[in-house]
């Protein structure tokens, strides 16, 4: 029996394409609104990854003191900003008023402009200034409640304005954490089904799938043809641990997507699958032809010239 462990990285390189085979091009979905680009979860990051072509922006949600869904990413406020302690000990209001461009300007040897403001923006305003914008929302609230995030956070998507298109249909939410998932859970069975959050399934679940596969060669996934999204690295170190009678042996590996996994959750014809980490032309090339429906990107304006350089590839 062996059992996987998680390991603190991933495999950054995919082998390149075999055939010239064409393959439908993938979502691209900036990463944390592109994190490489411009101050993370903030309004300009999201501006400039959709003035790069960026398809849907990935972002990242906590729980502010007052329960209002804010877009910030670390357990602490000192990691990124000029503030520090948790989300959870500030206000919306407070929070507005942070620099969350002092770790970005600082590491790129920005010098700010002194008119301008970077605070931390609440998920409503996200969604009022880009109203037809797809949106990933990413949970990451350690001190929250579940099931006051998830009532807060059916509420605020459900706030669609007369400007917008609908909050609920251009969202979608994914959390590493089950308790989240298991929240929005129950507040959807009380809700019919236009007025429902939609999420990703779990990451556990994911995980344990792919492993099935990599190293059994065995499917178990639904083929109840349900509108089912997955998210996981294209590559993750693991730990694998191999049990027996007498002990136990540990070995690395490499969890890795290829045709046999992406075939296996494709059984279900409403399978979705969302690729982490492609940050490199070599990894686009390969979840490009393993027909990958998106892929997580830290720099859209680097994959805009990607896309744009190897669109037949």
């Known amino acids: ?47 400039k990854a959709l003035d790069n072509d ?58 700010p402009k002194t008119d301008a403001h970077i605070g931390i923006p609440t998920l409503d305003e996200v969604l009022k200034q880009f109203p037809t914008t797809t949106f990933y929302l990413d949970i990451k609230s350690p001190d929250a409640n579940p099931a006051t995030f998830a009532k807060v956070l059916q509420k605020v998507l459900e706030a669609t304005t007369k400007n917008e298109e609908n909050r609920l249909s251009r969202t979608r939410v994914y959390s590493t954490d089950d308790t989240y998932l298991t929240a929005l859970d129950a507040v959807n069975k009380t809700n019919d089904p236009s007025h429902q959050v939609k999420r990703f399934e779990s990451r556990d ?23 089912r999204w997955y998210g996981l690295e294209l590559h993750r170190n693991v730990e694998v641990v191999e049990k027996y009678t007498l002990g136990e042996g540990r070995s690395n590996a490499v969890l890795s997507w290829d045709k046999e996994a992406v075939d296996c959750f494709r059984k279900n014809t409403n399978a979705h699958i969302i690729f982490f ?26 994959f805009k010239k990607i896309v744009n350089d190897n669109r037949y590839l």
């Open 1 to 47: 029996m062996a059992t996987l462990l998680l390991s603190s990285g991933f495999s950054a390189n995919a082998q390149s394409v075999a055939s010239p085979v064409l393959h439908p091009t993938p979502q691209i979905i900036a990463h944390r609104g592109g994190t490489a680009d411009a101050p993370e979860n903030t309004l300009p990051a999201i501006k």
């Open 277 to 302: 980490g492609i940050n490199t032309l070599e990894d686009y090339k390969k979840a490009k032809e393993l027909g990958a429906d998106g892929i997580l990107v830290d720099s859209p304006a680097m």
């Open 205 to 227: 679940l994911t995980r344990t799938q792919l492993a099935n596969i990599t190293m059994d060669h065995k499917c178990d996934l639904p083929t109840d043809n349900k509108d």
């Open 54 to 111: 960026a398809n849907a922006i990935w972002i990242t949600l906590q729980l502010s003191k007052d329960n209002i869904p804010v877009l910030y990413r670390p357990s602490d406020l000192k990691e990124l900003t000029n503030e520090s302690g948790k989300i959870s000990d500030y206000t919306a209001q407070q929070l507005a008023k942070v620099g969350a461009n002092v770790a970005y300007d600082k590491k790129n040897n920005i010098t």
